[in-house]
């Protein structure tokens, strides 16, 4: 749309990792590009580096409808809320303008349904969403354009989810795309299969809490943190008594400091933490007494609307709620909101080393709660820390994974902490298509793209992938903008 007088924006996020060196600070993040023509925001999903930058867009006049997907539109005034109180501003009557603002001007669009965003004297344009299977109300974009005598569909991606991931149905592709711009995270990369992670998942749990300690997740608050919970819930449905060995037993069940957990130890239920963790010490460990804690006001916030939005899981998901079950929202799981009760839980899980899995945001260990736990308990053998989705290069996440298992340290707020505690991954939980899922889906267009834009993931992942569909579509041209 560079040459036409009128145009959308699709998506307006924050930087990530690296990235960030481009700038964070309020000035970086002002909008540094013409607005005036834009006639509306499209909004793929939710995630920070998608829409986090919306409310400078505001600020810098836009004044268009955003228009994002039925669930989208739920969610998009509580990440953004999140975001302001965050990153932009402790001024609460602010941050309601702002909140005003965006609701106002949210346009939620049911999947499929065409939606004209202008029609005007040298062209139009029409939108249609069509389900991402990334996280939930996430979508890919069609786009109808006409410009003079020209008409062409234009797809944007937007983040692809990964087939079989938990809870969301897979990504269909596109009916037609003349032109298709495509998102490469995991462009040079290929998933395990959704049972191999199952029971790496499964495994590397059971191996963790082995010499008790906590396995702290760190996990986005959207997406992530349900799948997780998900499976999790899946676990303990399939093996629920089936016990999980202790390494100290015998001894100590609990592989912990006696002085610090008496017998009838209720300090985690105190802040909330698992009434079900109270079992005796002389029991055993199981799937179905084993704690799981998520430690994020905004992922418990983002479990309710998934539980709430029960219409947009996958058959799969609500196949197991007709039968019963409550797979967000069991009763092994503790929710921690307030701070002090953060404080507490970090404190005590790291000194107790009670066997215990801990989810807590952010994602790549750049922020959030989960930076407290690492600083808590990454100098601790029997803790175990097990990454799930994508660390970008220069996060702290990325140099826990890389210089973890060597003995190394990582830096987090300017301080050096080692690493003695086990460091995993489990690569198939990513919210990302994998490079095979991407290739699929360009395939799977009946009339082949003629141009084909890379975008979105590390330089590696969009090489690798441009090389791979210049052989499954050689009519394209596949391009990697600069
Ligand atoms: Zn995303």
């Known amino acids: 749309m560079a040459n036409s007088p009128a ?32 006639r509306a925001l499209v909004v793929t999903h939710v995630h920070i580096d998608h829409v986090g930058r919306i409310p400078y867009l505001l600020a810098a006049g836009f004044d268009g409808p955003i228009i994002c997907s039925e669930p989208s539109a739920i969610m998009l005034p509580e990440i953004l809320e999140d975001a302001l109180k965050i990153g932009f501003t402790r001024d609460r009557g602010l941050i309601n303008r702002v909140l005003g603002l965006i609701r106002a001007r949210v346009v939620p669009l049911p999947y499929g349904r065409w939606h004209s965003v202008f029609e005007e004297e040298v062209g139009s344009l029409k939108v249609r969403l069509q389900r991402a299977g990334h996280i939930l109300g996430s979508a890919y974009v069609e786009c109808d354009v006409v410009s003079g005598t020209a008409a062409e569909r234009i797809v944007f991606s937007g983040d692809l989810g990964a087939p079989h991931s938990p809870l969301l149905p897979e990504p269909a592709p596109p009916e037609r795309a003349d032109r298709l711009v495509i998102e490469s995270t995991y462009g040079d990369k290929n998933h395990e299969d959704r049972e191999t992670r199952r029971y790496r998942l499964k495994a590397v749990l059971e191996h963790a809490l082995e010499d008790g300690g906590t396995v702290l997740i760190p996990a986005f608050s959207i997406g992530r943190t349900q799948e997780l919970l998900y499976e999790i819930e899946g676990l303990i449905a399939e093996f629920g008594d089936k016990e999980i060995p202790q390494a100290t037993k015998g001894s100590d069940p609990l592989g912990s400091d006696p002085t610090l957990l008496p017998a009838t130890d209720s300090r985690l239920g105190a802040f909330g933490v698992s009434p079900q963790g109270d079992r005796p010490r002389s029991e055993s460990l199981t799937w179905s007494n084993l704690e799981i804690v998520v430690d994020s006001p905004l992922a418990a916030e983002f479990t309710k609307i998934y539980r709430d939005l029960k219409p947009f899981w996958d058959e799969e998901a609500r196949a197991l709620v007709a039968a019963g079950r409550h797979p ?17 839980a970090v404190e005590y899980l790291a000194k107790s080393h009670r066997p215990c899995v801990v989810i807590a945001g952010s994602g790549m260990c750049a922020g959030g ?22 660390q970008a290069a220069g996060t702290p996440g990325r140099n826990i994974l890389t210089y973890g298992p060597r003995g190394g340290w990582v830096e987090l707020d300017g301080e050096r902490y080692d690493i003695r ?9 990513s919210a990302h298509a994998g490079q095979e899922d991407l290739l699929r889906f360009v395939e799977g267009i009946p ?29 394209a041209e596949v391009l990697i903008p600069g």
């Not at 709660?369 to 308990?377: D, E, G, P, Q």
């Not at 505690?421 to 939980?429: E, I, L, S």
């Open 7 to 38: 145009g959308i924006l699709i998506d307006c996020g924050l930087f990530q990792g690296q990235e960030e060196s481009r700038g964070s600070s309020a000035a970086d993040l002002a909008i540094d590009f013409p607005i005036d023509h834009i």
């Open 328 to 344: 967000l929202s069991f009763e092994q799981l503790t929710v921690i909101n307030s701070h002090e009760d953060h404080l507490n």
């Open 369 to 390: 709660r989960v930076v407290n736990y690492l600083k808590a308990m990454l100098g601790d053998a029997r803790n175990d820390v097990l990454f799930v989705g994508y």
């Open 421 to 429: 505690a086990q460091v995993h991954t489990v690569g198939g939980y």
């Open 447 to 475: 009339q082949p793209p003629s141009e084909i834009r890379i975008v979105h993931g590390d330089e590696a992942a969009k090489r690798a992938l441009q090389g791979k569909l210049q052989k499954v579509v050689p009519e």
